[in-house]
């Protein structure tokens, strides 16, 4: 499907293999530091197949492509993502090796075995989501990304990677006990961590601010600023966990 113009706009992507130019609407994920942050982690060989969840506009599973990956599948709960996505890949010449579909999760993509999954889904609180442009991953912010731990099953093969970004504005401790014990704590790698402001608009909302206090939410304050930390995992599947 081809995307109407009138909603779209352009986005010039400067992290990993760019500068490249993307397209975007208001209602699909802009990419942010976290995008930029897990583009840098990631460990490309040739011929890999790729799952991208929560691919978003796509700009993570492009990244891969351009790294020599074989073959890109994304996927995203949504529709608007899943069009732009395909309209991204299309325009950057990358329509050959790439799909891209609609679903819940790995719903779409059951008959893939990967040798990398993208795990970018999204992982913020309700209270968080509620005062960002973000789409929220259940009360703690955790509760998406460890479905989508707990239903990776074969959609990654044995000796595949997933690359998981994990953070203190989330429940993260939760999230990391979940991804521990489906790949084994000798399995996870961290391979960058930063440290970033948290949005005012977001430090200041009270429901914020009580996930904080009953310490649920890790936050460090910089002086005005409260500061997040974001991880990017390697978590690779052996097969014993
Ligand atoms: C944090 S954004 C990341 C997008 C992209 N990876 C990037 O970095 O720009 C998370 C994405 O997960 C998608 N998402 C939310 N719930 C989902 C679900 N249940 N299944 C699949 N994707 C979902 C959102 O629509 C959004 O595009």
């Not at 990419?31 to 890999?48: G, Q, R, Y």
């Not at 599948?73 to 608007?80: A, P, T």
Request: aromatic residues 4%.
């Amino acid at each position: 499907m081809v995307v109407s113009s009138e909603v779209v706009s352009s986005y010039e992507w400067r992290g990993r293999t760019g500068p490249l130019t993307l397209v975007l609407r208001p209602d699909v994920f802009t990419p942010t530091h976290t995008t930029l942050v897990m583009a840098d982690a990631l460990e490309i060989n040739p011929e890999d197949v790729v799952i991208d969840v929560g691919c978003g506009s796509g700009v993570l599973g492009i990244v891969a492509a351009r790294l020599g990956a074989a073959r890109i599948i994304g996927c995203d709960l949504s529709n608007e993502a899943v069009d732009l996505a395909g309209e991204n890949a299309r325009r950057l010449g990358l329509g050959d090796c790439s799909e891209y579909h609609q679903g819940h999760l790995f719903g779409p993509v059951a008959d893939v075995e990967a040798d990398v999954v993208i795990g970018d889904v999204s992982g913020i609180p309700d209270a968080i989501a509620e005062v960002t442009p973000w789409t929220s991953g259940g009360p703690t912010g955790a509760e998406l990304p460890i479905e989508m731990l707990e239903t990776l099953g074969e959609r990654l093969k044995i000796g595949g990677r997933l690359y998981l970004p994990t953070g203190t504005m989330q429940a993260e401790e939760r999230l990391l006990e979940a991804a521990r014990g489906i790949f084994g704590d000798a399995n996870l790698h961290p391979l960058a961590v930063r440290e970033f402001p948290l949005p005012t608009t977001v430090a200041r909302s009270p429901a914020v601010q009580r996930l904080v206090d009953e310490g649920t939410l890790d936050m460090r304050p910089r002086g005005t600023r409260l500061m997040w930390r974001l991880t990017v995992w390697r978590c690779t599947r052996t097969g014993h966990p």
